[in-house]
């Protein structure tokens, strides 16, 4: 199996910043892609950023682009999303995935962290 452990929520003002991070275990998987998730209460999981593990290309989503920054560290399994210029609407759980399908299908990632909760005060 592959697991993922995610780190560094918190809350934080409207304006401020965070840096989550996913350790992902062992090596068997180390060739998957990853992601990152966020699921606010009453609204529907939204892909926010992707990461190819190999090269290294990104994507993000609209409502996150010029603010969000992932990245990825090969050698300690680990990847982080840089989260800036936060606002209220930012407030969720952030989850990281793994998976080896195209990086911006939701569909690809078939292993999950237990999340991490971001929340942004007015």
């Known amino acids: 199996q592959l697991q993922l452990v995610e780190s560094g929520g918190g809350l934080v003002q409207a304006g401020g910043s965070l840096r989550l991070s996913c350790v992902a275990s062992?090596?068997?998987?180390?060739?998957?892609?990853r992601a990152w998730f966020r699921q606010a209460p009453g609204k529907e999981r939204e892909l926010v950023a992707a990461i190819v593990w190999s090269g290294g290309a990104t994507a993000y989503a609209d409502s996150v682009k010029g603010r969000f920054t992932i990245s990825k560290d090969n050698a300690k399994n680990t990847v982080y999303l840089q989260v800036n210029s936060l606002k209220p609407e930012d407030t969720a759980v952030y989850y990281c995935?793994?998976?080896?399908?195209?990086?911006?299908?939701?569909?690809?990632?078939?292993?999950w962290g237990r999340g991490t909760q971001v929340t942004v005060s007015s």
């Open positions: 995935a793994a998976g080896a399908g195209p990086i911006w299908s939701a569909a690809a990632y078939a292993y």
């Open positions: 062992g090596r068997a998987f180390g060739n998957y892609n």
